[in-house]
């Protein structure tokens, strides 16, 4: 394979075939390929600036009937420590959140057997009655394919009571790998690689604001990788030509920490910072259509985030006001409004406000 015609082709931003791919990943340096990644970045965003939200993640239940073998979160429904969030709990969290400036609610729980749509639709709206401006950055495939399994309704149907609740956008939450080989080992009761992307297919042709996500570093290939990069850049790639469809992609290395993959199986996260940065710029290379790449500072740390931002990233996604799940994992890492910025200029970048349009707004 010749390595100049391929790189010539990521240059003009023709998608690479997955073997393509695996050759620069191979064949190349790192810096070799974190240049190539910042030449796309900036002809697709030729400001030196470095996007970054304020936001918080709630969790509106910790039940969850999926069983991933990474997750330290997820209760049995009749657990003792199971609950679902209260109203008051969520004024709270929210007025806190609106005094840091934030005015988004990533709102995500698991898949309850016993919560069915008209517990999220009066949820969204009792949200929405208290808040008229709070934005709803809510639930994820897994959770859809769940409720409208429950209800015995389509993707759409689901997803159009939940907009008319509202939902604002939908994350790209439950990815993990987009492989049924390994879905099958490590969450083998949620939605299959067909299901997550058919939801995604819909959400895109309603117009939602939507995002991509991988969790790397467990049982998985690095051609599983990049297949599901090719995966999502094709779902992309069908997307309605004014539907802004997966508007970023965040890749983050499993959290290891007392989970069942560990403590059973023996399997640790194993990626390096040198590891983390390649794949951050092999999905910048391979992905020409999807606009933003997210590096995970919560998970791999200021220092290797901030590299990444010279191999092809060019958000550092929220502040983080809560989070509880990666987190019980081993994700310890923490910024608030004035070190993110700070770790964004010390990089060597402008740092610019957004929301999750990822239109830019006011520091």
């Known amino acids: 394979m010749n390595t100049k015609q391929v790189i010539d082709k990521a240059f003009d931003l023709k998608f690479l075939t997955l073997e393509e791919g695996l050759h620069l990943y191979h064949e190349l340096s790192l810096p070799e390929l974190m240049a190539i990644a910042n030449n796309i970045r900036f002809q697709l965003h030729p400001q030196p600036k470095v996007s970054w939200i304020i936001d918080r993640n709630v ?12 997750c330290n979160f997820y209760r049995s429904v009749n657990s003792k420590e199971a609950y679902i969030t209260a109203i008051d709990e969520y004024k709270c969290k929210i007025d806190e959140m609106l005094q840091l400036g934030g005015d988004q609610l990533l709102l995500q729980g698991g898949m309850h057997p016993k919560l069915g749509l008209q517990f999220y639709t009066e949820l969204f709206k009792t949200l929405k009655n208290h808040y008229p401006n709070l934005k709803l950055h809510a639930l994820g495939p897994p959770e859809i394919v769940h409720i409208s399994k429950m209800e015995n309704i389509s993707y759409e149907a689901t997803l159009q009571a939940l907009i008319e609740a509202g939902l604002d956008s939908l994350p790209g939450a439950g990815a993990e790998i987009l492989s049924d080989r390994v879905r099958s080992i490590i969450s083998k009761n949620k939605c299959n690689v067909t299901e997550w992307l058919d939801v995604m297919r819909v959400a895109h042709k309603m117009k939602l604001v939507t995002s991509a996500t991988m969790m790397l570093g467990h049982i998985e290939t690095l051609e599983e990788r990049l297949q599901h990069l090719i995966f999502i850049r ?13 508007l970023s992609f965040i890749p983050w290395p499993f959290q290891d920490k007392d989970t069942v993959l560990l403590k059973q199986h023996g399997i640790r996260n194993k990626v390096t910072a040198d590891e ?3 794949m951050i710029a092999i999905s910048r290379i391979m992905l020409p259509n999807i606009p933003n790449i997210q ?4 998970t791999v740390g200021k220092q290797t985030a901030q590299i990444c931002l010279h191999g092809g990233a060019n958000d550092f996604g929220s502040i983080m006001i809560e989070e509880n799940v990666v987190s019980v994992a081993g994700a310890d890492h923490q910024f608030d409004a004035v070190g993110i910025q700070r770790a964004i200029t010390e990089a ?7 929301n999750q349009r990822f239109e830019f707004v006011e520091k």
Do not use: M
């Open 276 to 278: 983390y940065i390649r």
């Open 59 to 70: 969790n509106y239940t910790n039940v969850c009937n999926s069983g991933c073998q990474f």
């Open 234 to 246: 094709d779902v992309q790639h069908e997307k309605p030509g004014d539907a802004p469809g997966f």
């Open 348 to 354: 060597g970048f402008e740092p610019q406000r957004r």
């Open 295 to 298: 590096a995970s500072w919560l």
